[in-house]
Every structure is written in C-alpha cells, then in structure tokens.
C-alpha cells in the first residue's frame, strides 16, 4: 500500500509541476491496465476475442517501450504544449498548440 501512496504522490508533483510550465495531459491508462492483466496471468474476461486483443496490445507496447520499462510503467499519456485559451477545450493543432513526446 505504501508504493501505491508513494506513486500517487509523484504523480500528483509531476502534473502540478508540469501543469506549471504549461504543459497538458490526457492520461491514457488502459494498455498497461490490460498489459498488466497479461503479465500477471489475470483472466479478466471470458471472451477469447478480447484476450487474443490484449495480448496483441501488450505485445505492441512492449515493443515499444521495452519490458523493463513495461514492467514498471505506473503513468501513460500524451502532453501537449500550450494553453487552451480561455478556458475552452480544443483539439491539439487547432489551438496553436504543438504534441511534445
């Protein structure tokens, strides 16, 4: 329990940090969710389809970042650098915004 504390506090000082230098994110959590699922056996489904699909993720991840990095991985996403303006929601390009990686 104290490594998930631990990580939740890193997490939240790495976005308000970044969230200070103007930096935006969308977390996108589910392929290590399912990579994880993979890795540790997890049946989390009866459907052969959405097995055969996670398997297939997780492949394509590790291919990726690497197992040593997949192994891990707490946090996934993509940023974006850049304000909103004015408080509405726009897709990155539309907004004079540029993708970071």
Do not use: H
């Not at 939740?8 to 969230?19: D, E, K, S």
Request: aromatic share 10%; hydrophobic share 40%.
């Amino acid at each position: 329990m104290d490594d998930y504390v631990a990580g939740g506090r890193a997490m939240q000082r790495f976005w308000l940090t970044a969230t200070k230098l103007g930096l935006q994110f969308q977390p996108e959590m589910t392929p290590l969710i399912f990579a994880s699922y993979m890795r540790r056996g997890i049946e989390f489904t009866r459907t052969p389809r959405s097995l055969e699909n996670a398997r297939q993720l997780t492949g394509q991840l590790e291919s990726l970042i690497g197992a040593a990095a997949l192994d891990g991985a707490v946090y996934m996403g993509r940023s974006i650098w850049g304000g909103w303006g004015s408080g509405q929601r726009r897709r990155p390009g539309r907004c004079g915004c540029r993708w970071i990686n």
